[in-house]
């Protein structure tokens, strides 16, 4: 800012690599001390005076500063340089003792707590009684007798709890500071923010040290927070929240009710066109949405602080699309400022507006969407009770940075005072939270662990509400949710708003630019629909065990328990009809596209009843004198003699097919004959077999030469060529080391991630998430799921290995993926990179992918 011309109080910044040192090796850099003074002398000579001076005092603050935005999870100390001496050289040059008194008394809480370590809940205590005392209803109402008396009441308590006196040398408090800004890098709401927000821990904070400027010098002074568009929204125009005669940490922090950055237009007019030009600036500069801090001192405008702005998933595609039309940037950067996580959010349901009946509380729209849950007032309990699955809304008068784990474990936060530039607001937009900020007409007790509305209603811990964050309204009970304007969009093209034409020009962008094809994992004809709606290009995985459900276990228990061929060929028969008409559905819905139809996959147990139940239920009949039914008997004797200890690494996959006599035959033909009867029909029918749970070649070869020949024998019976290509998951280890002799016989390979995951981290997928992977994530083992996010370096050069090999033994080798990592934006970049050929997820995550693939090529 300084470099464009803008009017920045005079600093220095020390490094982030200063902070990395004094963090691995627990002493500052050599020469550090040196260069701070060598720094702080050039200041002295640009301002005139020296730090701390008795008659006028330099001030300076001191502020973190990381790579990545990190909203108030690392510490700011401000006021630097007052001591006993220089607080009356303040009083006297500033023409103002009660300002004096309050910056001094504003330096000791902040030093006290930062660098001190002193419980902050202390010095809010002290102040909060002297407020009962003094009968004020804020801050502004105390005199500067009265904060005299604080800054005497706050060394008390720093020299009670710390066992030190608040040091008066003004270099000791320079020093000091900087070196508790370092440490505040580790900070437990610090690490867990990053660990949120995927920032790597080991790139340290730069620390800048600034001449203070006043906004508490008056009422023509103040500070304000400001965006050069709505972050919530996207729409043009300065945003921000004002506060008259206050220092910064007080908007954000909503101790006061901020007034709209508009108000500042009346109030000083100067300052508010110099600060719009001055937006205009640096928006232009940085060709992005700006957040900037600002202070008017006296009259006269300073710009403390900008980065680009942490904004909600609307405004991040209208924004995007708005720069592009403006020519600012291209499609493909346009396409980098949105995100797939983003999309995600956008198609989430919406408060059904014909359901909400009266509103209990409005306030700010600060973070929006919608959520369902129990109020809760600290955030101990958000944590605890969502730990349990309960989905809560997280209450408070103010959040603070410690209210982090709260924040993250709860559904939305509703916060009784700050507006959109607060705490809450800045890190619910930034984590995609529900927030709404500010609600007045609430008051919040978070003591007794309610709050009251205008009219009366209490509303205690437990409660359900329901969280309207982009109309800024809660409402009692559970609101039902209908489709948000952005899935009305994919699902049918309707163009309701801006925000959904923005996704539209980003989705059409991120196809016109992607390499990689995305299918859905779908097994009904509905799911197929949308999917293809979604913009799929085929199915990439059609798990047919979902297949044998419902009503059809009936038929599947037949052919578990069958004795003699004859009966389990009786029940096949069964099954085939039903089988033929599933794969008929898939193949209409995604007529012309690619269906790839899994074998049988799960163990044959999954399709029993539960052992023990079954056991009680039977001994029961037994003991009272009865009989029990036949066939209970028979299927308690199969579900016994099925019994595995690892069902996950037993009879399952490509094992059942090859020892289940009939069972490839029956799925392989009623796939044929659905082929036939679409081909017939003048469709376009595109099916393709997969064999799960390959482990060697020879397991494939065995299946295919049986898909062949029931293939041949259908092609045979009805006239008509039936040509599927046949290929394989690769899902254990084992299958990818090998993958050059498996691609003999495999015309594709599909990635399959969730199997691959847990056979070669040794992790069972349906214990673990539960069992220790929170604790896995505290102790940075990794820092997100596996199961989630594609770990690259094992699971990832298992992959890698198996599309060398397999492509350098088979030229032409389709590949692609069909785990859960096939939606996961991450991931999609990583098989992006390996050149796979395609991505299949979930209907609901084709969009996501889609937009994440054409992300992945810039
Ligand atoms: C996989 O293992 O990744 C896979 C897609 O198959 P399933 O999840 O059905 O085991
Ligand atoms: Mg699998």
Known sequence: MSRLGLPVPPGFTVSTEACRTFLTTGEEPAGLSAEISRYLSAL???????LGQPDDPLLVSVRSGARFSMPGMMETVLDIGLNDESVLGLAKVSGSERFAWDSYRRLVQMYGTTVMGVDPALFDEAMTLLKAARD??????????????????YKRLIRDEAGRDFPQSPAEQLHEAILAVFRSWNAERARLYRRRE??????????????MVFGNLGPDSGSGVAFTRDPATGRPGLYGDYLPNAQGEDVVSGVRDAVALAELEHLDPVSYRRLRDHAQTLERHYRDLCDIEFTIERGTLWMLQTRVGKRTAEAAFAIAAELVEEGLISADEGLARVSGDGLARLMFPRFDSAATGEPLAHGVPASPGAAVGAAVFDSAEAVRRAATGEKVVLVREETTPDDLPGMVAAQAVLTGRGGKTSHAAVVARG???VCVCGAQDIAVNGGARRFTTRDGTVIEEGT???VDGSAGVVYLGPVPLVASAAMRYLESGEQADSVVCAVGRALDHADAVRRLEVRANADTPEDAARARRFGAQGIGLCRTEHMFLGERRKLVEDMIVARTDTDRDQALAALLPLQRKDFTGLLRAMDGLPVTIRLLDPPLHEFLPERTGLAVRIAAIEAAGGQPEPHDVELLDAV?????????????????GLVVPGLVTMQVRAIAEAVVERTRAGGSPQAEIMVPLVGAVEELRLAHEEVTRVLAEVGGETGVTVRCPVGTMIELPRAALTAGRIAEEAEFFSFGTNDLTQTTWGFSRDDVEAAFFSAYLDKGVFAASPFETLDREGVGRLVRIAVEEGRAAHPGLETGVCGEHGGDPESIHFFHATGLDYVSCSPFRVPVARLEAGRATL
């Open 198 to 211: 995927h920032i790597p821990d080991d790139l340290g904070t730069a620390v800048t040290v600034q001449r």
């Open 136 to 153: 004020a209803s804020d801050d502004l109402r105390l005199d500067a007798g009265d904060l005299a008396w604080l800054v005497e009441t």
């Open 640 to 656: 016994n003699r099925m019994h595995e200890e690892n069902p996950m690494l037993g009879l399952r996959g490509v094992r059942l």
């Open 464 to 466: 359900v509400v329901s």
């Open 44 to 50: 002295e000579t640009t301002t005139g005076r020296l």
């Open 431 to 433: 984590m995609g939270k």
